[in-house]
Nanobody, 123 residues
Framework: VQLVESGGGLVQAGGSLRLSCAAS????????MGWFRQAPGKEREFVAA?????YYADSVKGRFTISRDNAKNTVYLQMNSLKPEDTAVYYC????????????????????WGQGTQVTVSS
């Protein structure tokens, strides 16, 4: 499975970006998908995940929306009201093997990762 992120860039605080993650694989609809981010000098942190519904980190709840289009093998992260503290490299991840459960997964439960896309929010 290959994951390719796109949509990152430079935006002013309060602005919006939409990240996309295109996945290969014949059974994308069964994958649990997640977005993580890593800022310089910090550990990778959970942002959002989706199986049949979305889950969010408290820091992005109400501002970010995760969605998926199974016909396009793509997961999206719509990011609104961006803040400078959202600046990070954003990574897409796929969990392709069971067991699955409701809720979120730790990073080591995901099987595949994208290369990351940089999001920079200026103040």
């Amino acid at each position: 499975v290959q994951l390719v992120e796109s949509g990152g860039g430079l935006v002013q605080a309060g602005g919006s970006l939409r990240l996309s993650c295109a996945a290969s694989g014949r059974t994308f609809s069964s994958y649990a998908m997640g977005w993580f981010r890593q800022a310089p000098g910090k550990e990778r942190e959970f942002v959002a995940a989706i199986s049949w519904r979305g889950y969010y980190a408290d820091s992005v709840k109400g501002r970010f929306t995760i969605s998926r289009d199974n016909a396009k093998n793509t997961v999206y992260l719509q990011m609104n009201s961006l803040k400078p503290e959202d600046t990070a490299v954003y990574y897409c991840a796929a969990k392709t093997r069971p067991p699955y459960r409701s809720g979120t997964y730790s990073p080591d439960e995901y099987d595949y990762w994208g290369q990351g896309t940089q999001v920079t929010v200026s103040s």
